[in-house]
């Protein structure tokens, strides 16, 4: 698909990852042409807030090519101060008019929190962003290990709505969607929030 005869990017996404689910590819702009068209600047149509796991591979979970996604990712896909300065960045500097928060099922960073699981070393700074999650979810109906990943989502997308002044002011501009999305690793889904 030519992303130049679509103008919304979630829409983008939405159809890369039925391509994606279908089996039926496109790999646009995966090749020598777009390594060079994009040397000289990036125009990303959205930022995706994502977890680091291998399964989540983030351009082919929404068929995409070089230049098109601006990603972040760390485990649990939460965010810090250095998180939100490069999502400011992308929105500030690059245009980028939606940022997603990606979940995904069977996240191990939430799971290992939810099991209260020791987290040694610099994971310690991980769990304690999710925790909150956590507790939540433990006051909920269900699955204590999904809501937390929802409730993660959530919380994630948040934290980035109430960033001030360049994520705040976009938002309130109408400027800037924030939204969140659960990816499921066993059918390759992604269900984005309405």
Do not use: W
């Not at 101060?81 to 995904?104: F, K």
């Not at 997308?157 to 109430?162: C, G, M």
């Amino acid at each position: 698909m030519d992303n130049s005869r679509v103008n919304d990017p979630l829409e983008l996404l939405i159809e890369g990852n039925k391509r994606f689910v279908s089996e039926k590819l496109d790999h646009p702009r995966q090749d020598s042409a777009q390594r060079k068209n994009v040397s000289s600047g990036q125009k990303p149509f959205a930022v995706i807030v994502s977890c680091s796991d291998s399964r989540v591979p983030i351009e082919i979970i929404f068929d995409q090519g070089i230049g098109d996604l601006f990603i972040i990712r760390d485990a649990g896909n939460i965010v810090d101060d250095v998180a939100l300065g490069s999502i400011e960045y992308a929105v500030e500097h690059l245009g980028v008019e939606l940022i997603v928060v990606l979940g995904h099922s069977k996240c191990g960073a939430v799971t290992a929190t939810a099991k209260g699981e020791e987290a040694s070393g610099h994971i310690e700074n991980i769990t304690k962003i999710i925790k909150p999650a956590v507790e939540k979810a433990k006051s909920q109906k269900g699955d204590i290990i999904e809501n937390a990943i929802r409730n993660n989502i959530e919380m994630v997308k948040n934290k980035i709505l109430s960033s001030e002044p360049i994520i705040t002011k976009k938002v309130n501009e109408g400027k800037l969607k924030v939204i969140g999305a659960y990816y499921d690793i066993d059918t390759g889904i992604v269900e984005f929030e309405n």
